[in-house]
């Protein structure tokens, strides 16, 4: 069993920062890429940002610029510093990553989600 568990979310005016951070525990043998999803009200859930186990990033166009991921793999951890946040990045924002457990099958592997919101 895998459990990712996101944090840092919260309630923050526009143009302020949050930094959500992704803990991933159990039966780990590797991660891989991880992912920042988010998912805001009545849209589909986006691709925000990803980071391979080597440190290579991509980022969404309507992020670049304004958030950063990072990673620390001895720490199983992945997180997302969100800087000049905007009302449109209010949405529930999800840890994902793929790896190996150590049943040494691939396996993707979701948190439970942390809610973000951006008043104006």
């Known amino acids: 069993q895998v459990q990712l568990v996101e944090s840092g979310g919260g309630l923050v005016q526009a143009g302020g920062s949050l930094k959500l951070s992704c803990v991933a525990s159990?039966?780990?043998?590797?991660?891989?890429?991880m992912n920042w999803y988010r998912q805001g009200p009545g849209k589909q859930r986006e691709l925000v940002a990803s980071i391979t186990r080597s440190g290579t990033t991509n980022y969404a166009g309507s992020v670049k610029g304004r958030f950063t991921i990072s990673r620390d793999n001895a720490k199983n951890t992945a997180y997302l510093q969100m800087n000049s946040l905007k009302p449109e990045d209010t949405a529930v924002y999800y840890c994902n990553a793929g790896g190996l457990g150590t049943d040494f099958l691939s396996h993707d592997y979701w948190g439970q989600g942390t809610q973000v919101t951006v008043s104006s």
């Open positions: 159990g039966n780990i043998f590797r991660l891989n890429t």
